[in-house]
């Protein structure tokens, strides 16, 4: 028997689904590479080759900044997780950044993270087509990093104009720290207003009050939606966020007497897939066994967006009702002319109408019951056919 041959289009997708993964895991790597090189070679003495050539305030300033800049990659690699552009430009800026704090740090520790960080350059551009998500943002959360900004802004612009009446403050990033510490209320007391200084004292107040309500606000428009994301996780619902983490799967559309033998097969050979159904039973009893699961009609686009029908390998459509599978299929293939839909007719009669509407493949189980049952009557064994069908697969 021959072995079942693959599509190529899903040998791509398989591939493009390797490669995308292969580069977060790579990013996450480098992250982890350059807050640990970056924690080793603090109150170490370099010892490379190029130190005797950088100045030891920028090799302790290298030291310092590439625990944050790993940090800052973690998030830039989550990001990737979720498909989104605005995350390969930041790893894009990054990498390049962490070889050169590499070599500023001058310390042979530091040569796994040069060369780690310069080879994932170019992984990270032959990949540049699969991060294409846009990065979504609510009103709230827009306001909340304005104001945030707005403030350090409007301190170290502040500070820095005042500083004659401040004790400790010299320099722009002397006004920059001053209004961090004080709009976040670490207030170290290491610089602060001079006592006869009237102005000095209600700009440091105004710095404290607003830096309070823009702290306030941007922690509330961040955790806030990862509250969200966790009670709605555990009502058995899946988030947008989740669901953008989808690449290279397999979209169930509909449910029906075939649908549980289908996720059934996909989940025994480890395939990833989505389902959207208007069976809410049956999505939060998915949901309960983190599968991605929608409840929403799977012929409106929306739900098709949400499970990345952009990104889906592809497309199985099996419900008890023929005339609901063509209105999905027509919305399927109109949002994905290249995929692959396979459906599922209930009524043999309905076969070229499921073709008409788009689909690639279309299955009449009665028919090929029907088929199994002559042929196990008369043969004996319905084994023969069985191999030819999975080998025309």
Do not use: C
Request: net charge negative; glycine share 8%.
């Amino acid at each position: 028997m021959d072995a079942p041959r693959v599509p190529t289009g899903l040998r791509e997708d398989w591939r493009r689904h390797l490669s995308t993964r292969g580069t977060i895991l790579l990013v996450f790597a480098v992250a982890g590479l350059s807050v640990a090189t970056a924690l080793v070679n603090i109150g170490i003495e370099a010892d490379g080759p190029l130190a005797p050539h950088i100045p030891v305030v920028a090799q302790e300033a290298a030291g310092f900044t590439g625990a944050l800049t790993g940090f800052l990659m973690v998030g830039s690699a989550l990001a990737l997780r979720r498909g989104l552009r605005f995350g390969w430009w930041a790893t894009l800026f990054l990498l390049p950044l962490t070889a050169v704090q590499g070599l500023a740090q001058a310390s042979h520790y530091s040569v796994p993270l040069i060369v780690l960080s310069l080879l994932s350059i170019p992984v990270l551009l032959t990949t540049r087509h699969q991060f294409d998500g846009r990065l979504s943002l609510s009103t709230t959360q827009l306001a909340a990093g304005a104001a945030l900004a707005g403030v350090q802004l409007y301190g170290t612009t502040g500070a820095y104009h005042l500083r004659e009446e401040f004790e400790g403050i010299d320099t722009v990033l002397d006004a920059f720290y001053f209004t961090l510490i004080t709009s976040s209320t670490v207030g170290y007391g290491d610089i602060t207003p001079h006592e006869e200084s009237t102005e000095g004292i209600l700009f440091t107040m105004s710095v404290l009050v607003l830096g309070v309500a823009s702290f306030g606000i941007a922690i509330g428009a961040l955790v806030g939606p990862a509250l969200q994301a966790r009670i709605t996780k555990t009502l058995g619902k899946m988030t947008d966020s989740q669901l953008q983490t989808l690449d290279a799967h397999v979209l169930v559309l509909g449910h029906g007497d075939l649908t549980e033998p289908i996720i059934d097969e996909l989940d025994d050979e480890n395939i990833p897939f989505a389902v959207v159904s208007l069976d809410r039973d049956y999505t939060d009893a998915l949901s309960d066994r983190d599968v991605p699961a929608v409840r929403a009609d799977p012929s409106d686009e929306r739900p098709l967006e949400r499970v990345r029908i952009d990104r889906a390998a592809a497309i199985l459509v099996a419900t008890n009702d023929d005339a609901n599978d063509a209105l999905t299929i027509l919305t399927a293939r109109e949002m994905r002319p290249d995929a692959r839909i396979v459906a599922a007719a209930t009524n043999r009669e309905n076969t070229k109408k499921l073709e008409r509407a788009g689909a690639d493949t279309v299955i009449s189980p009665s028919q090929l019951g029907g088929h199994l049952l002559v042929k196990s009557a008369l043969d004996g064994d319905s084994t023969a056919l069985i191999d030819q069908l999975l080998g025309d697969v």
